[in-house]
């Protein structure tokens, strides 16, 4: 059952026994559960781009008027980063650099996410006073829901990541808190990959 | 990262390839990124900018997978992971291809008149 | 609602019991009303009053509500869809009655046993129930109890996940229960299309109980997917590879994969007509660029795959009993694999065939027809394995066995009306007529019902440790099959002279014949309802008679019926190493199959925790709640359920250890016992000779 190089990097070596093995059902499990989650995604992008018309929008603001780029490249760069930041996790988890580089690390990551929520959030509160509402169209409705989703996701991220290090403070690094940032590595990363999607198609697509 | 024979991690070793893997991800990741922006923001045709935000999203999408989920064909769990996830995009493709094959369908056959120019849309 | 929501009881008030109707006005529709809720308080309370008499409370607490053990969980699935099944059913009687009394005159054209709106609420009802909370437990209980026994696993991949999805789909079945007697549930139909039910057309609380039924049941059911989907990957024993599988395996991960991907459709379809209902978006209104067409569409894009959830696990107990009961290796493994596999995939492929009338072009319709007409192809390959398998087989014609001859019969019917319906052409002739309705029972009725009852038969020893009595297993079956005949036929019938499906009345005096042959065939799965729960009483009454401690009564060839029944806790003693395909079939081959194991070691097990039962209950006071807009109790139970699973992580949870000792005591009590039983042959299998130690000499499966 323990091959050489299961999850290489995202998860822990072979040398860390039982957590290695554990690991494997665990992850994969939570990699499948993402999986699901990836498809609701999947059908609010669809009904994003099926409501991305003049009949969609019925009148109401438009994205030339609601969008503004420069904010979206801000909180790209927060979750590029805060993506990246998870490397410390990872590698700080695999290779035993202590519980300080580990939480330093979630501490970063979380930092990061609240940053981009904030900008997000921002975003959504001026859109709101431009009447870009979700009530004002089914365009309208599409784009709260999808964007709004991943925010949530992030927001769930940053509690998560809150469990963690109090779980890491409490327990330490064992096996099974191990194996359960392996799995919020995964949910951080695949938060990331959304954002990509929706940079791409929610904001500039429709600007181009 | 594994030793050729011996099937032993040397740690320093695997440690420093796992952060150059990290940073090549990120500055592939950064470039794609600046690139989509770019040229969203840039004089070229619509068509030309949906295609290389496409493109550099796809890439991207890609790089995320390979440098910060670990996803390859090498390796019996990263291999089982990639082609879940190979799957999934499959289903997933044909779930949301359909959608926007069924609803541009109707849309056309609903809001278009046989000449093929859009009424100008009526709220009921 | 009339009057303005309080800050403490939000909508609730005593004007939303059946009761107050009954008072304001007394017909035979606000009885039926005020009765089904009396059933459900009595009923309840007969309940409480039982458990509490015989001092059950604590055992249930401690040897099921908390168990994580998935042989436990699977049979209290099967205890939850056996009691919707009443529900559903009863309710399926008194649609029958209803339209053999509904025919209407042009001067009075409402008529029947109970008003239309009350009408509307009982299909719409019975068709969530009979989906979500018959069919979906039943299936999913049944892949519970037997998948990690025939994998050789001890347990599923997520126990205590397992535990939470019970506990959420019992909590979508609750609510759909409660609205008996608190309010009104929706009168949109199973799939509840906007924008009838936007905010609009149907205000008050009926579709918002579908709502959070479907979306918390739905989120079970999701779990449950990725549970059964890890446990087939990552929990088989040494050896046990992919091919060597047994059938209802190949089927479970067919249904894991369907579950994984289509439920999330569902999902965010209910969800968007959450937000629409409560927040005013516009997803699916008339007005503000909705588009109601896309409900249809994601909602089917869960729905057929569904479907084909329901039938497949149907599909693996039918090749195991058509095996077993004819005492031969099952014909065309590899093809059934396949077969399976393709509707797995296929069935996303589909979904339009659900809306051909929504207005899209031909060519759309075309190319979802052919898909559908494809789908036919790999069903029609198992049919002929089975029949294959039984073919020159020695049958012994037990319950299951008349379960799957009359599916043999009535599903085919059902099927080629299904490739008569996938033509879009004819669909539009009968469309929306009770035509359909024909349909769609003949096959989920043979398919789901009649497959989840044989397995459930041909299980039944293995989870309690007697069979069931085969008497009135095969009345059962007859009534159910005779019972479907007399329903569901004349519907075709009547489809074809144009009748609307979902009427509460109607002017055509011609109906009233195939009407009362429909309401005959009611009156008949009433019956076949009770002789059910017959079967299961007179067979606990006789379980002496009846027991078979030696845990293999059919001469079986897959790995369950290696162990005691009923089964332990642990299941095996040890993990065995699997060796073939048929792994305990070739055990009798090769001479003396219950060998003790050389030695006997510790087994660790999932402890038992309430927290499936807390997170359960916190989901429902959320789901009541905004049913009801108790918006304070919302928001409490909706941050208990991340607080419980928070503080869940930070304990650290040490496995039950079972001493190697005790699993040696228990295991060479049980091999003693097998020796001193003698054995049966095939033609004493019904008789109380039959203690579960078969003829070994006359396996050839």
Same mark, same amino acid.
């Given at each position: ?156 991220? =940053? ?46 697509? +429709?600007?181009? | ?124 | ?40 308080? *009595? ?28 042989? %436990? ?41 109970? #008003? ?12 969530? =129930? ?35 999805? *019970? ?65 087939? &990957? %990552? ?94 290796? *099952? ?139 085969? #008497? ?49 065939? #009611? ?25 078979? +401690? ?25 993990? +065995? ?19 003790? +194991? ?16 807390? =997170? ?5 006071? &959320? ?33 039950? =250890? ?44």
């Amino acid at each position: 059952m323990s091959e050489t190089n299961l999850y290489p990097g995202l998860n822990l070596g072979s040398g860390h026994g039982e957590a290695h093995d554990q690991a494997e059902t665990t992850v994969f499990g939570f990699w499948v559960f993402v999986m699901s989650d990836l498809f609701i995604f999947g059908i609010l992008f669809a009904s994003y781009a099926s409501y991305l018309d003049p009949i969609g929008m019925a009148g109401g603001p438009g994205p030339q008027t609601l969008f503004d780029i420069k904010s979206v490249a801000i909180q790209t760069a927060f979750l590029l980063v805060g993506g990246v930041a998870y490397g410390g996790v990872s590698i700080g988890t695999k290779y035993e650099h202590g519980r300080t580089v580990v939480i330093a690390s979630l501490l970063l990551c979380a930092a990061l996410g609240a940053g981009f929520l904030f900008f997000e959030v921002k975003d959504f509160i001026t859109q709101a006073g431009k009447g870009g509402v979700p009530q004002a169209s089914g365009w309208l409705s599409a784009y709260w829901a999808l964007v709004g989703l991943h925010g949530v996701h992030v927001f769930s991220g =940053i509690l998560w990541i809150s469990a963690m290090i109090a779980q890491i403070a409490v327990r330490g690094l064992d096996d099974v808190v191990k194996v359960r940032l392996s799995m919020l590595g995964v949910f951080w990363h695949f938060l990331d990959l959304i954002w990509v999607g929706i940079f791409s198609f929610v904001f500039l697509v +429709p600007l181009a | 990262m594994t030793r050729p024979n011996t099937g032993e991690v040397d740690p320093q070793d695997g440690m420093a390839a796992e952060i150059k893997s990290y940073a090549i991800g990120f500055a592939v990741s950064l470039l794609l990124t600046l690139g989509a922006f770019t040229a969203a923001m840039s004089d070229i045709s619509a068509t030309m900018k949906v295609l290389l935000i496409c493109i550099a999203a796809l890439l991207q999408i890609v790089t995320h997978l390979r440098n910060f989920l670990h996803l390859s064909f090498s390796g019996e769990q990263s291999r089982e992971d990639l082609l879940l996830v190979l799957f999934s995009v499959t289903l997933l493709a044909i779930m949301a291809g359909g959608t926007w094959y069924i609803m541009s369908d109707l849309s056309d056959r609903m809001h278009t008149s046989h000449e093929g120019t859009t009424h100008s849309f009526k709220s009921n | 609602m009339n009057e303005a929501t309080s800050p403490i009881f939000g909508n609730l008030n005593w004007q939303v019991t059946p009761y107050t109707d009954l008072l304001r006005d007394v017909n035979s529709s606000t009885i039926v009303g005020a009765g089904a809720a009396s059933v459900l308080v *009595l009923g309840t309370i007969a309940g409480v009053a039982l458990l509490t008499y015989m001092r059950w409370w604590g055992p249930l607490y401690r040897n099921w509500l908390t168990s994580p053990d998935a042989k %436990k969980i699977g049979i209290m699935y099967i205890a939850l869809a056996l009691i919707m099944l009443a529900r559903g059913i009863i309710e399926g009687f008194v649609m029958r009655t209803h339209q053999a009394t509904a025919l209407g005159t042009l001067a009075q054209q409402e008529s029947g046993l109970v #008003a239309p709106d009350h009408f509307a609420q009982l299909f719409s009802t019975h068709g969530t =129930i009979m989906i979500f909370f018959v069919a979906m437990p039943l299936l999913i209980g049944l892949i519970n109890f037997v998948l990690p026994q025939q994998l050789g696993a001890r347990d599923m991949a997520f126990p205590v996940v397992n535990q939470v999805s *019970l506990g959420l789909t019992t909590v979508g079945a609750a609510l759909v229960m409660i609205s008996l007697l608190i309010g009104k549930f929706g009168t949109g139909g199973w799939t509840m299309y906007p924008p009838y039910t936007g905010i609009e057309y149907s205000p008050g609380e009926g579709v918002d109980y579908w709502l959070w039924a479907i979306l918390i049941s739905g989120i079970g059911s999701t779990l449950t997917g990725m549970n059964f989907a890890v446990t087939i &990957f %990552k929990e088989r024993a040494p050896g046990m590879h992919f091919m060597r599988m047994p059938l209802f395996c190949w089927t479970s991960l067919c249904v894991a994969i369907m579950m994984i991907y289509a439920m999330p459709a569902l999902t965010v379809s209910s969800a968007m007509l959450a937000l629409d209902r409560y927040a005013g978006f516009h997803f699916f209104t008339n007005e503000a660029g909705g588009n109601m067409m896309n409900y249809a569409n994601i909602f089917w894009m869960f729905g057929h795959p569904e479907v084909y959830i329901l039938i497949l696990p149907a599909f693996g107990v039918f090749s195991e009993i058509s095996s077993t009961y004819s005492g031969k290796r *099952l014909y065309g493994y590899t093809s059934l694999v396949i077969a399976s596999m393709s509707i797995a995939v296929i069935s996303f492929t589909v979904w339009l065939h659900h809306f051909f009338t929504m207005g899209q072009s031909a060519g759309v319709n075309i190319a979802f027809g052919i898909a559908t007409m494809i789908i036919g192809i790999p069903t029609g390959v198992k049919i002929y394995d089975w029949m294959a398998t039984m073919w020159r087989g020695r049958v012994r014609i037990t319950a299951p066995i008349v379960y799957l001859t009359g599916f043999f019969l009535l599903f085919v019917i059902g099927g080629l009306s299904g490739i008569i319906l996938a033509n879009p052409s004819i669909d539009y002739q009968v469309h929306n007529s009770t035509f359909l309705v024909a349909h769609f029972h003949n096959v989920i009725i043979p398919g789901v019902l009649y497959g989840m009852l044989a397995g459930i038969h041909y299980w039944f020893p293995k989870a309690f440790g007697f069979r069931l009595d085969e #008497a009135w297993g095969r009345r059962t079956a007859f009534l159910f099959v005779g019972g479907f005949v007399f329903t569901f036929l004349p519907l075709y019938v009547l489809g074809l002279m144009g009748m609307p499906r979902r009427s509460p009345t109607f002017q055509n005096p011609d109906f009233m014949p195939w009407m009362y042959i429909a309401g005959f065939g #009611a009156v008949l799965m009433l019956c076949a309802l009770t002789s059910l729960f017959w079967t299961f009483w007179t067979s606990y009454r006789n379980r002496l008679a009846l027991a078979v +401690p030696g845990g293999d009564p059919w001469n079986g060839s897959t790995l369950e019926w290696s162990t005691p029944a009923p089964a332990p806790e642990w299941t095996f003693p040890r993990i +065995p190493h699997v060796q073939a395909r048929h792994d305990w079939g070739e055990t009798k081959r090769s001479n003396d199959p219950w060998r003790a +194991p050389k030695q006997y070691c510790d087994i660790e097990m999932p402890s038992n925790t309430p927290h499936g039962l807390l =997170i359960a209950g916190a989901s429902f006071c &959320f789901a009541f709640a905004m049913v009801w807009h108790i918006w304070w109790l919302a928001i409490l139970s909706f941050l208990a359920v991340p607080g419980l699973i928070a503080l869940r992580g930070m304990m650290i949870i040490e496995p039950k =250890i079972i001493k190697a000792a005790e699993v040696e005591e228990a295991d060479c009590r049980f091999r003693q016992q097998v020796a001193n039983l003698s054995a049966v042959t095939r033609a004493d299998e019904e008789t109380s000779r039959n203690r579960g130690v078969p003829d070994v000499s006359e396996f050839a499966g």
